[in-house]
Each structure stands twice: as structure tokens, then as C-alpha cells.
């Protein structure tokens, strides 16, 4: 089993930043990406960015490229975003998702970005 735990959502005006960490704990080993998703009411879960745990390889979404970045630290098993330039169309709930064998979501948090 994996536990991955989210911080730093919040309250922030358009063209504002903020920054998600996602710290796992458990059975990390075999990790091969993590990354952070998003949802709206009455949406699909979209994917934001990931990154390749062994390789630091990302994807992020056309909608979010030059205004965030996903990093890792290895070492303390977290995954952050950086989120700059946060327009009121970033606001949505954001989920870290951990990918070993088996998929792992934390439980979200808030990000809402007022205009």
C-alpha cells in the first residue's frame, strides 16, 4: 500500500502562484510515475502533469505548459507543482496519483483562483 498526502492548496487571486506537494509513504519502492490530476464538478478528471520517477521525464497539459512545473525529490518520496500564472479556469480540486503496479490517488485538494 501506498499514501500519498497532498498540501498546499488554497486561495489565490489570477496570476498568482502556488505550490502542491505530494509527499508517499508505504510501499514506494517500484514507484515508476507520479503526477497530479484535476476535476471540476460535473468533469472528468483531467491529467495535469506527470513525471517519470526513475527518469525525471514530464508531460503536462497543453492548458498548463509555461505556467507549471512538476518536479521530484527521490529522496523524500514527494512530487511537487509549481503553479504560476494561475488563471480562474486552473480552480479545481487537485489529486497527486502515485503509479507503481497499481495506481494510488491522495484525496485532494482545493485550489480556487479568484479573478
Known amino acids: 500500500q501506498v499514501q500519498p498526502k497532498e498540501s498546499g492548496g488554497g486561495l489565490v487571486q489570477a496570476g498568482g502562484s502556488l505550490r502542491l506537494s505530494c509527499a508517499a509513504s508505504?510501499?514506494?519502492?517500484?514507484?515508476?510515475?507520479m503526477g497530479w490530476f484535476r476535476q471540476t464538478p460535473g468533469k472528468e478528471r483531467e491529467v495535469v502533469a506527470t513525471i517519470g520517477w526513475s527518469d525525471g521525464s514530464t508531460y503536462y497539459a497543453d492548458s498548463v505548459k509555461g505556467r507549471f512545473t512538476i518536479s521530484r525529490d527521490n529522496a523524500k518520496n514527494t512530487v511537487y507543482l509549481q503553479m504560476n500564472s494561475l488563471k480562474p479556469e486552473d480552480t479545481a480540486v487537485y489529486y497527486c496519483n502515485i503509479r507503481t503496479r497499481t495506481i494510488y490517488w491522495g484525496q485532494g485538494t482545493q485550489v480556487t483562483v479568484s479573478s
Open positions: 508505504g510501499r514506494t519502492f517500484g514507484t515508476v510515475a
